[in-house]
C-alpha cells in the first residue's frame, strides 16, 4: 500500500548547526503533510504544515520543503538547540482520508 | 493552543484485567477524538475515530471488543483495554479535533499512556 518513509532513521547534529530532516512519501495524490515531534514518553507536537499548492513555508527556526516533483519533504531546523532532540515524524493525508505517519527520525543534538 | 489531557500517563496492570485511559479536551469541544498504538521506535498506528456520541470507527485488524471507546461528551473520550495480555503493552496517545468528521488535520494530542501488561 502506499506508505510514507523517512530517508535516516538517526540524525546527529553539533549545537548551533542547521538540522535537515527528510522524508519520502509514495502517495502522489497527496495534498497536505504535517511535521510533528516527540519527545520521549510524550505524545506528538505539531510543527509545521503545508498544502500541495506550496513549494515552502516557514515557521519560527523550521522550515518545510515540498518537492512534489520526487515526491519528498523536509524539515529544517536552523541552529538547532539541545531542546530540539527528539523524533521526528513527517505525516501525509489526501483527500478525505486519513494522516497517515512516517516512520520516525531521531535528531540527537550534540553540545 | 487547545489542550489534551490524557490520564493516566503509565499503567501497570495484571493480564487478564481491564484498564481505562482517559482523553481530556481541557479548552474546547472535541467533536471528534482519535485513538492511536505507538511501539517502541515505530510510528503511531491509528487505532480507531470517535465522534461525540456515535459509534467508534476501528481500523482494520482492530478488535472493538478488545478496545472499547467511548465518547460521551464533547470533551471526554475514553479507550479501555479489556482482558489485557502481554501483547497489549504498548504506549497509547489519543488526539482530538474540533470538527466532526474531521480526517485529522490539526490535532492536538494527548500525552500518551505507557501501559505494561505482565
Known amino acids: 500500500g502506499e506508505s510514507v518513509g523517512l530517508h535516516l532513521p538517526t540524525l546527529s547534529v553539533q549545537e548551533g548547526d542547521n538540522s535537515i530532516i527528510n522524508c519520502a512519501y509514495s502517495?502522489?495524490?497527496?495534498?497536505?503533510f504535517i511535521w510533528y515531534k516527540q519527545e520521549s514518553g510524550k505524545g506528538p507536537q505539531f510543527i509545521i504544515d503545508i498544502r500541495s499548492n506550496m513549494d515552502k513555508r516557514q515557521g519560527q527556526r523550521v522550515t518545510v520543503l515540498l518537492n512534489k516533483t520526487v515526491k519528498h519533504l523536509s524539515l529544517q531546523i536552523a541552529a538547532t538547540q539541545p531542546g530540539d532532540s527528539a523524533v521526528y515524524f513527517c505525516?501525509?493525508?489526501?483527500?478525505?482520508?486519513?494522516?497517515?505517519f512516517g516512520g520516525g527520525t531521531r535528531l540527537m543534538v550534540k553540545p | 493552543g487547545a489542550v489534551v489531557s490524557q490520564h493516566p500517563s503509565r499503567v501497570i496492570c495484571k493480564s487478564g484485567t481491564s484498564v481505562k485511559i482517559e482523553c481530556r479536551s481541557l479548552?474546547?469541544?472535541?467533536?471528534?477524538m482519535f485513538w492511536y498504538r505507538q511501539f517502541p521506535k515505530k510510528s503511531l498506528m491509528l487505532m480507531a475515530t470517535?465522534?461525540?456520541?456515535?459509534?467508534?470507527?476501528?481500523e482494520q485488524g482492530v478488535e472493538k471488543d478488545k478496545f472499547l471507546i467511548n465518547h460521551a461528551s464533547l470533551t471526554l473520550s475514553t479507550l479501555t483495554v479489556t482482558s489485557a495480555h502481554p501483547e497489549d503493552s504498548s504506549f497509547y496517545i489519543c488526539?482530538?479535533?474540533?470538527?466532526?468528521?474531521?480526517?485529522?488535520?490539526?490535532?492536538?494530542f494527548g500525552s500518551g499512556t505507557q501501559l505494561s501488561v505482565l
Open positions: 488526539s482530538a479535533s474540533m470538527f466532526r468528521g474531521a480526517t485529522n488535520e490539526k490535532l492536538f
Open positions: 470517535s465522534n461525540e456520541g456515535s459509534k467508534a470507527t476501528y
Open positions: 505525516a501525509e493525508k489526501y483527500a478525505g482520508n486519513m494522516l497517515t
Open positions: 502517495n502522489s495524490a497527496s495534498d497536505y
Open positions: 479548552d474546547f469541544q472535541a467533536t471528534t
